[in-house]
């Protein structure tokens, strides 16, 4: 099977989730790349704006290709950019087309705004595309405001949706979420998103006698992942006289702002280290003892996962998914509650008997890179048989 993966953002700004669901496919046999056009934002990263080339070109990811351009994006022209960037995409493909034949499916991660431009080549060439959605409710009510919402781009979105094969959102409860949006009269399934459980493969930690208990954060630094009531909770901790240690990374974890207040509020014990890479992210997964995410929105944030896998439990928020919940593993409290939160992570460090490899092996049997990559591989297969 020949398949192209668009995702609607990619790194520089994340998109991970688009990589490891092509190397899945491709490990199964499938002939698989990915075409991807970032919108670089001038005032996210200036560096990368003027820096990144500006041509199209192909390079290699994890033995993925990936035909790739960059765009620059232009302030407060949100509706001539993604008019660009569609353009863009559907120009891209019509050259790959011509290099590499067409597709049997395209595979767009979010309908926003990948699934627009996977329909309209679709269309073009006559080739069924999948949409894999990601993106949570909060930051569809950031951009549309709330809902009932007669925002322009909700009737071209809502146009994706029902013309795909299939919507696969990564958990059950986002079409509920979206519903207000979207609504839901469209053909869906859900499926999780994949992780290397390999790469992040279990590893039992020091112990813990005569040292702090580790906790960390993985998460960009943004009113979304809750890090005032993460810093509230830890504030408590600390002045209860328990020995602990938070480390933070994701992007403006290092930024002054993130480093003022947790001066501010006198949290000792804090390392920021910003962005930082896959390799980076595992090994502060393997110095850590627990997993924290005080998140107010979220489908399905991947870093749980990937803790889960190396062995640490995680507390988290009542708006993580059910699939996220595994047993043992977990420890759900309500959102925005800096009091539940600081009892659920002492419960965390008081417990013994966790089964660090038992939870892994959960994380292996429901979001590996082989078990997802089959799932997909099925639902493509009875796409291109029934059309």
């Known amino acids: 099977m020949h398949i192209l993966e668009i995702p609607s953002f990619f790194t520089p700004y994340g998109g991970e989730f688009c990589l490891d669901q092509a190397k899945a496919l491709k490990a199964l046999g499938h002939e698989v790349r990915i075409l991807s056009n970032v919108q670089l934002g001038i005032t996210i990263g200036l560096k990368d704006y003027l820096l990144l080339p500006y041509r199209r070109y192909e390079h290699q990811r994890d033995d993925i290709t990936v035909y790739q351009s960059y765009q620059r994006g232009l302030p407060r022209m949100v509706r001539h950019n993604v008019n660009r960037w569609v353009g863009i995409v559907g120009s891209m493909f019509r050259a790959y087309v011509r290099k590499y034949g067409k597709p049997d499916i395209i595979h767009a991660h979010c309908g926003k705004w990948a ?17 894999t959605e990601h993106l949570p409710l909060l930051l569809l009510a950031e951009e549309y405001g709330p809902a009932p919402s007669n925002a322009w781009q909700i009737p071209f979105i809502k146009e994706a949706y029902h013309e795909a094969a299939m919507v696969l959102p990564v958990s059950e409860e986002l079409v509920g979420d979206m519903a207000c949006y979207y609504g839901s009269d469209y053909r869906w399934q859900y499926l999780s998103n994949a992780i290397d459980t390999d790469f992040f ?16 954060c993985l998460a960009d630094y943004t009113y979304r992942k809750g890090y005032d009531v993460l810093f509230a909770a830890f504030q408590k901790l600390q002045n209860e006289g328990l020995s602990i240690k938070l480390l933070l990374a994701g992007k403006d974890t290092d930024s002054r702002s993130c480093c003022q207040e947790i001066a501010r509020m006198g949290l000792l014990h804090v390392k920021a280290m910003g962005r930082i890479g896959k390799q980076e992210v595992r090994a502060l997964l393997y110095e850590s003892d627990a997993l924290v995410l005080a998140s107010r929105s979220e489908v399905q944030p991947l870093v749980l996962l990937e803790a889960m896998s190396t062995g640490i439990p995680v507390v988290s928020t009542e708006c993580i998914p059910q699939n996220l919940r595994i047993e043992g593993g977990s420890t759900i409290v309500s959102i925005a509650d800096a009091e539940a939160l600081a009892t659920a992570m002492k419960q965390v460090m008081e417990k013994k008997d966790s089964d660090g490899r038992k939870i892994s092996e959960s994380v292996r049997q429901t979001a590996s890179l082989n078990v997802v990559g089959q799932k997909l591989s099925n639902v493509f297969s009875d796409i291109l048989a029934s059309t």
Do not use: D
């Open 115 to 131: 699934g627009y431009a996977a329909m309209k080549s679709g269309k073009e060439y006559g080739i069924p595309y999948v949409i």
């Open 201 to 216: 493969a279990y590893r039992p930690r020091a112990a813990r006698e005569g040292r702090p208990f580790r906790f960390c």
